[in-house]
């Protein structure tokens, strides 16, 4: 099993440009989640997918920041314009079903100059 | 009422030693304690969780005490090992919403040769 897998790992930008990050939940998962760890805030939920469909959507920052999933193997979270500020580690989860065990990727580290 | 409080920050044993980690909540809804451990580069990772029908749950050398009435669970690790260096989180969820993992601060914890 490939686990949860997230490209690019790695992302360093100018502060306006766009960013997309990308996530293929594990085969099977129902349950997608984007979170955002930070020093100061640690680890956040930021938008929560049930078969393919947000549910929450609450812990968005802005609207500069969207997420889409447009079937089940396949989801963006993007940023546009980024700012300094959206500097952090984002990581995609996805679980079996709501309620069970969550499964994170390796994360991308975004780094807005 | 949505916070998970942990404690301590970071920790340091020397190898053998047992260190304990500890968390508070406020929110009587939460049924679901998970414990995740995350390693430099990598995505967390579920270790243990419990249900608060009970007191204490094991998995190898690592135990969670569970106290119902204060509100409060640690992570016990037996016999820690070098390899066990790693930050630690607890998370709670709750029935009404059992995908939101309310994560705590995280804690450093370093295990000496």
């Known amino acids: 099993d490939a686990g949860v897998i997230q490209s690019p790992r790695h992302e360093v930008t100018e502060m306006g440009q766009e960013v997309t990050l990308r996530c293929k939940p594990i085969?099977?998962?129902?349950?997608l989640f984007w979170y955002r760890q930070t020093m100061m805030r640690g680890l956040e939920l930021l938008i929560y997918f049930n078969n393919n469909v947000p549910i929450d959507d609450s812990g968005m920052p802005e609207d500069r920041f969207s997420a889409k999933m447009p079937n089940a193997s396949f989801s963006t979270l993007k940023i546009q314009p980024s700012e300094p500020r959206d500097s952090a580690v984002y990581f995609c989860?996805?679980?079996?079903?709501?309620?069970?065990?969550?499964?994170f990727g390796p994360g991308t580290r975004l780094l807005v100059l | 009422q949505q916070q998970v409080k942990q404690s301590p920050q970071s920790l340091i044993v020397q190898k053998g030693g047992i260190p304990i980690i500890n968390c508070a909540y406020e929110n009587t809804a939460f049924d679901y304690f998970p414990w995740y451990q995350q390693f430099p580069g990598k995505g967390p990772a579920l270790l243990i969780a419990?249900?608060?029908?009970?007191s204490e749950k094991k998995e190898g050398r690592f135990t969670i005490s569970f106290n119902k009435s204060a509100k409060q669970f640690s992570l016990h690790i037996m016999d820690s090992q070098p390899g066990d260096s790693a930050t630690y989180f607890c998370a709670a969820s709750g029935m009404d919403s059992s995908y939101k993992l309310i994560f705590g601060s995280g804690t450093r914890l370093l295990v000496r040769p």
């Open positions: 989860a996805s679980s079996l079903i709501a309620g069970e065990t969550q499964y």
């Open positions: 419990i249900r608060p029908d009970v």
């Open positions: 085969s099977g998962h129902n349950s």
